[in-house]
């Protein structure tokens, strides 16, 4: 069965910064389009960034661009979340997730996910 393990999550005050990894297993990563949500208490999960197969294309929601970058390294499985210029309403659990490719992307949000992690929790402070 296909695994996605997220790591990296802390706190960590407004302004700073912070990498997010995830690394896949049991699946051909290298193959599907990845990315990152993120669910706040009481809110619906949204997506943050998505990243291609080969990596060559990368979406964001406006709400983070300028701000975090994804990326990603297949011949180890792994996926990041560089974020920085932190602030308090990036406060949520981030997940990964894996979707076949090509991405199919929907309002800047990756649809038609396959696999999803159990997610990492960031708490940014002011």
């Known amino acids: 069965q296909a695994q996605l393990v997220e790591s990296g999550g802390a706190s960590v005050q407004a302004g700073g910064s912070l990498r997010l990894s995830c690394v896949g297993s049991r699946f051909t990563y290298g193959r599907y389009c990845m990315a990152w949500f993120r669910q706040a208490p009481g809110r619906e999960r949204e997506g943050v960034a998505v990243i291609s197969a080969n990596g060559a294309r990368t979406y964001y929601a406006d709400s983070v661009k300028g701000r975090f970058t994804i990326s990603r390294a297949n011949a180890k499985s792994m996926l990041y979340l560089q974020m920085s210029s932190v602030k308090s309403e990036d406060t949520a659990m981030y997940y990964c997730?894996?979707?076949?490719?090509?991405?199919?992307?929907?309002?800047?949000?990756?649809?038609?996910?396959?696999?999803w992690g159990q997610g990492t929790q960031v708490t940014v402070s002011s």
């Open positions: 997730a894996a979707g076949t490719s090509p991405c199919q992307i929907s309002g800047g949000t990756l649809v038609g996910v396959d696999y």
